[in-house]
């Protein structure tokens, strides 16, 4: 069964700190992995990622994928309270259907 | 308005009532989703369509119904409203089915089942 597991499923980590989530994924005809920031509202997209290795960059935060192994990292460097999110992990699999992961609950404290 | 709109934003209704429950785009996308998002969960998707007069069930479909008439509306209807779906609905659509990266969702619907 496909599946996406991200861990931890919280954090709470003081402003300037440097935070990592992890997402690992099972998926048949894997194609790209997703990213996503949810704040009490809509989830909305920060990276997509489809070739190993490869790191995406956006600001202070940070993605790169191993297809190898499995899994998918997200940084996020100097953190700030507006950080403060649930992280959403997705992998797209049959019919282009997305997956989610159960998400990152990350709380920064000021 | 533009984009992806939901109405209500907030509902509370009792079990056993009926509630459905709108999405529209303005896009004209062909593809069209809709999740619930609880506790512990993360976002699973209910049924989605892939253009007008087609639609396909996802992973927690039961006790949902949905149609297509128009492509720019994706109602969701609880023909038989229970608590264990008070919820979080989100609608989401996108142009391509293999531009996932611009999937766009909705604001939510927060459904309170009493």
């Known amino acids: 069964e496909d599946k996406v597991v991200q861990s931890p499923l919280s954090l709470v980590v003081h402003e300037g700190d440097t935070v990592t989530l992890n997402c690992s994924y099972e998926v048949t005809n894997f194609r790209s992995l997703l990213w996503y920031k949810q704040e009490k509202k809509a989830p909305t997209f920060l990276f997509m990622l489809t070739s190993s290795g490869i790191e995406k960059k956006s600001g202070r935060l940070s993605s790169i994928l191993d297809k190898k192994e499995l899994f998918s990292i997200l940084n996020i460097t100097a953190t700030q309270t507006g950080d403060s999110a649930v992280y959403l992990c997705a992998v797209p699999h049959r019919d282009d259907k997305i997956i989610f992961g159960k998400g990152t609950r990350l709380h920064i404290l000021p | 308005d533009a984009g992806i709109t939901q109405s209500p934003r907030y509902k509370i209704t009792e079990t056993g009532r009926q509630v459905t429950l709108m999405c529209h785009q303005t896009?004209?996308?062909?593809?069209m989703f809709w999740y619930r998002q609880d506790l512990g969960h993360g976002l699973r998707l209910i049924y989605y369509s892939a253009a007008a007069d087609i639609t396909d069930k996802g992973e927690v479909p039961d006790g949902y119904v949905v149609s297509r008439s128009k492509t720019e509306n994706f109602p969701l209807t609880l023909e038989s409203a229970t608590r264990s779906q008070t919820s979080v609905y989100f609608c989401?659509?996108?142009?391509?089915?293999?531009?996932?990266?611009?999937?766009?969702f909705g604001p939510g619907t927060r459904l309170t089942v009493t």
């Open positions: 896009w004209s996308h062909s593809y």
């Open positions: 989401a659509s996108r142009f391509s089915p293999h531009r996932v990266d611009e999937q766009y």
